[in-house]
């Protein structure tokens, strides 16, 4: 049995040995092949979405290209967050279309937040297709110092 | 693992490292009409003064750079800094003078105009 096992390891290192290969290969040239943007969003069609957590309130950006502000829906509540939108993707009248990449005319991405947000003192602007939303932190979840006596 | 190390080591010493950003195909809707050729490119969080549009040749080739401020505390990031690029071949007879671009909501309009020479004409009969 144990020889078995050595042999069935053997041949796992070599799998390896090819694994490291292909890592070389996918290293070298990753970041040098364009990448095609399917539909704008994630594969399933949603927008991306950066997250970042500065201390006092959570920042997320979204990628919304051919959105304008009234296109947009974002709800709040405690740490569910639900953004939705519909935009216009019917070109203009009397053309005919040759190229049909830009879809998704309308997307609704929900997340919970890992940390409540005070809902009421949210806002949100829109700039070149992105928006970033600013998430005060509730008071419970913000950083307390504490003074030593 | 190792390996991998070696390859990060050669790209920092490389003399010929050009392009940092990861390039990007944007998504494009093509249009035509009588007039113009009409062009719509999503490039979201690209500033008008980072758009560049080369008409050179017969090709066009539209560039965009996006550069985001790294921000700390990141929770999850699912994009970033970026060139957007993509190259087109135009056919002839357009009329280069009126190339004209809009940016708008992080979408590109470019209207290509068809110069006079290819546009549809009616050809009306005389009385002989």
Same mark, same amino acid.
């Given at each position: 049995?144990? $020889?078995?096992?050595?042999?069935?390891?053997h041949l796992l290192s070599s799998m390896d040995a090819l694994q490291d290969r292909f890592n070389l290969l996918a290293g070298e040239t990753y970041n040098r092949l364009p990448i095609f943007e399917r539909g704008w969003g994630i594969p399933d069609g949603w927008p991306k979405m950066n997250l970042y957590d500065t201390g006092e309130q959570l920042e997320l950006n979204v990628e919304l290209p051919g959105y304008a502000k009234e296109d947009i829906n974002i709800k709040v509540q405690g740490n569910?967050?639900?953004?939705?939108?519909?935009?216009? $993707?019917?070109?203009?009248?009397?053309?005919?279309v040759h190229r049909h990449e830009r879809e998704n005319p309308q997307f609704t991405r929900s997340m919970t937040l890992p940390i409540e947000v005070d809902s009421g003192l949210a806002t949100a602007s829109i700039k070149n297709g992105i928006l970033s939303l600013i998430l005060p932190k509730s008071v419970a979840a913000r950083p307390q110092q504490i003074t030593i006596r | 693992m190792s390996q991998e190390k070696q390859v990060i080591q050669k790209e920092q010493t490389a003399p010929e490292k050009i392009a940092k950003l990861n390039v990007l195909i944007p998504s494009v809707d093509i249009y035509e009409n009588t007039e113009e050729y009409l062009l719509y490119v999503d490039i979201p969080g690209v500033n008008r003064e980072d758009i560049s549009i080369d008409l050179d040749n017969g090709q066009l080739t539209l560039t965009g750079n996006r550069y985001l401020e790294q921000s700390k505390g990141q929770l999850?990031?699912? /994009? %970033?800094?970026?060139? /957007? +690029? +993509?190259?087109? %071949?135009v056919p002839q007879g357009i009329d280069l003078a009126k190339v004209d671009a809009e940016l708008t909501d992080g979408v590109l309009r470019l209207h290509l105009p068809k110069s006079e020479a290819v546009k549809p004409r009616k050809i009306e009969i005389r009385e002989g």
């Open positions: 049995m144990r $020889t078995r096992f050595h042999d069935l390891q569910y967050l639900e953004i939705s939108g519909t935009r216009k $993707t019917a070109g203009p009248e009397g053309y005919t | 999850m990031e699912e /994009f %970033s800094s970026a060139q /957007f +690029r +993509r190259v087109f %071949s």
